[in-house]
């Protein structure tokens, strides 16, 4: 086994989900996740912890869902009580091909998704981790070889946490007390948001950061009052089509118009979902170093250092004082779109640079 | 997709597990029974039953236990509520190395397993079905090429199960009225055992006959008083050791003497387990007609067309009255041995020739 292997598990159990002897943890391996899930295996049994390893596969769950005609059951009794009495959830991505579900009707997919209500939120009241195996599938859609995906993917996972929590602990500290944040770049993005009232989220990559994803590195708040135009210069997959340099142009936190020199009709479609789609319900900026490049997946893409990213719609209950998550912008949808800020572009707060090309105020080649 | 793996799981779902809309199932796969898996998923799917998928992998387990360390926990919380809330529970078998965990200390896994008694009694009160999906490794268990021992396994999958249900309940009702079974054969067999007052199980492979095993193809009651001797002539692996030509002596219900021509030591150590593993839990009549040949895999072997298998150790409660489950014989063992009654053979009931050199009286060939 490639050593990175177990460094990964460790990390996985260890810094990010924080597993205590006894612990009742629920493993959910994709079929190309295997090793990951043997060495996962081998450190909880270490740590004493109870495993229930379930198989997280897109054949099988197309093949349900195609058979499958009617209504879905709410919540079954069997799976709401496997998490209802779990005290941690460990995701190891690794599928096969990340198109799998492609012709399954939108409208099933999310007719089951609604059904699993319950079941969801019983797995977010745990220790929940989820992260990804460097799979063939993977480096495909990264459009790389299996060995330089590898690499990347150890790169972005095997971060200083401590270090980068410091860090990051200092941007949040600055949106957590700031009014309004300010977006410029060279390719015309000018971009007015209101963070006020809003709890920026240190996301290190452990569920002691309230953050969920290995790797992670990233901080993000809930903009609102959205005003101005914003380019997003990275290209990505939105719903099985490529978008490429989309602008979306704000009034009074909403977006009044748009554009996109690929996939305009992937947003067209977003910004139909509901209302909420149409604001803003995250404002991250990506601060993983160790994330140098775009892979095309979303879950490495938008902590990519010195990159910004918007989501369109839903907004995350973490952002929000606590009895003020209502204040939350609604959707269906959460779609994040990311600018790189490395060149040409600056953050500011309060009319303070907090970042210029890529460099934050505490570091060094900042002259803000 | 091979058609015979969608019909394989048709017939597991439909007529084994008999599930029916809303079931809460549980599917446990094999590494490799991954095609079996989306094959069942799509017939839960047309259903409409409610499917949790795990993952039942050797090198997981296997990891875990090495990596384990002092007592396990008893029955983990969210494991045993998953089970307690299912109403099915079909394995499919689909390993990669059948000797997987053998340099993993055989106390730890009985340890692990003990443990774990609630869990099992949970998945045994839900409609439960093991089947095999058959993967290279069990082919080459048996000593054959990937095509032929998928012909095998569908030959002894694809049974009218129906008809052959009808043919053994003949069997079941001559043992439930009898008072006496003898064996007899050339190689120096002549056994008695007592079967009165117990209740023959007609294992036709579904839950509606109290069968578990897909495929199945059995009649089996629970003797006592044993006396006698009996040689197995089908050879076979116990604890992972290679076993032939095996020679057991009983008085009084109890082994008195034994040899074999290869293993004899796994025999005593089987022996040797407790008190309850000197006497017989089992006494099968094999009859499935599509397992023609041995393949070193219990689940076929057992239920061969013209075989008799007795078991040292532990009985099953279904061999007894209601109420009476506590005479079944007590054994942390059941270990069958199989002896080939098609030739120079004959079974009697309370005198009566029932089977002559594998023909039942009721068959064409019968001249008992």
């Given at each position: 086994?490639?050593?990175?292997?177990?460094?990964?598990?460790?990390?996985?159990?260890?810094?990010?989900?924080?597993?205590?002897?006894?612990?009742d943890?629920?493993?959910r391996?994709?079929?190309?996740?295997?090793?990951?899930?043997?060495?996962?295996?081998?450190e909880?049994?270490?740590?004493?912890?109870?495993?229930v390893?379930?198989?997280a596969?897109?054949?099988?769950t197309?093949?349900?869902?195609?058979?499958?005609?009617?209504?879905?059951?709410?919540?079954?009794?069997?799976?709401?009580?496997?998490?209802?009495?779990?005290?941690?959830?460990?995701s190891?991505?690794?599928?096969?091909n990340?198109?799998?579900?492609?012709?399954?009707?939108?409208?099933?997919?999310?007719?089951?998704?609604?059904?699993?209500?319950?079941?969801?939120?019983?797995?977010?009241?745990?220790?929940?981790?989820?992260?990804e195996?460097?799979?063939?599938?993977l480096?495909?859609?990264?459009?790389?070889?299996?060995?330089?995906y590898?690499?990347f993917v150890?790169?972005?996972?095997?971060?200083?946490?401590?270090?980068?929590?410091?860090?990051?602990?200092?941007?949040?500290?600055?949106?957590?007390?700031?009014?309004?944040?300010?977006?410029?770049?060279?390719?015309g993005?000018?971009?007015?948001m209101?963070?006020?009232?809003?709890?920026?989220?240190n996301?290190?990559?452990?569920?002691?950061?309230?953050s969920?994803?290995?790797?992670?590195?990233?901080?993000?708040?809930?903009?609102?009052?959205?005003?101005?135009?914003?380019?997003?210069?990275v290209?990505?997959?939105?719903?099985?089509?490529?978008?490429?340099?989309?602008?979306?142009?704000?009034?009074?936190?909403e977006?009044?118009?748009?554009?996109?020199?690929?996939?305009?009709?992937?947003?067209?479609?977003?910004?139909?979902t509901?209302?909420?789609?149409?604001?803003?319900?995250?404002l991250?900026?990506?601060?993983?170093r160790?994330?140098?490049?775009?892979?095309?997946?979303?879950?490495?893409?938008?902590?990519?250092?010195d990159?910004?990213?918007?989501?369109?719609?839903?907004?995350?209950?973490?952002?929000f004082?606590?009895?003020?998550?209502?204040?939350?912008?609604?959707?269906?949808?959460?779609?994040d779109?990311?600018?790189?800020v490395?060149?040409?572009?600056?953050?500011?707060?309060?009319g303070?640079?907090?970042?210029?090309?890529?460099?934050?105020?505490?570091?060094?080649?900042?002259?803000?």
């Amino acid at each position: 086994m490639d050593e990175r292997v177990r460094e990964h598990a460790r990390t996985l159990v260890e810094w990010s989900a924080r597993i205590e002897e006894g612990d009742d943890v629920v493993v959910r391996v994709g079929p190309d996740a295997h090793e990951l899930a043997v060495a996962v295996a081998e450190e909880l049994g270490e740590r004493g912890a109870n495993v229930v390893t379930t198989y997280a596969d897109a054949e099988v769950t197309r093949a349900y869902l195609l058979g499958h005609d009617g209504d879905f059951a709410e919540d079954p009794a069997h799976e709401l009580a496997l998490y209802e009495n779990a005290d941690a959830v460990l995701s190891l991505g690794g599928g096969r091909n990340t198109t799998e579900t492609a012709d399954v009707p939108s409208e099933k997919r999310q007719a089951h998704s609604r059904a699993h209500a319950g079941v969801r939120e019983a797995r977010m009241e745990t220790k929940w981790v989820s992260t990804e195996h460097p799979t063939r599938s993977l480096a495909q859609q990264a459009g790389m070889s299996g060995e330089a995906y590898r690499d990347f993917v150890y790169d972005a996972v095997f971060r200083d946490w401590e270090a980068l929590a410091t860090k990051q602990e200092k941007v949040k500290e600055r949106l957590d007390d700031a009014n309004e944040v300010r977006l410029i770049s060279g390719d015309g993005t000018d971009l007015t948001m209101s963070v006020e009232g809003r709890v920026a989220v240190n996301s290190a990559a452990s569920v002691a950061y309230d953050s969920h994803n290995l790797p992670s590195g990233e901080v993000f708040t809930a903009p609102s009052a959205t005003e101005g135009e914003v380019v997003f210069d990275v290209p990505m997959t939105i719903h099985g089509r490529r978008v490429r340099d989309v602008r979306l142009e704000f009034a009074d936190g909403e977006v009044v118009d748009y554009a996109a020199a690929q996939g305009e009709d992937a947003i067209t479609e977003v910004l139909e979902t509901d209302a909420g789609a149409r604001r803003l319900g995250e404002l991250g900026i990506g601060m993983n170093r160790g994330i140098d490049r775009v892979t095309d997946n979303i879950l490495f893409d938008e902590k990519m250092g010195d990159t910004v990213h918007l989501a369109l719609g839903r907004a995350y209950a973490s952002n929000f004082p606590e009895g003020r998550e209502d204040e939350a912008n609604e959707s269906a949808v959460h779609v994040d779109l990311i600018t790189d800020v490395s060149e040409d572009s600056r953050i500011e707060v309060d009319g303070e640079v907090i970042q210029e090309d890529g460099a934050f105020w505490f570091e060094d080649g900042f002259d803000g």
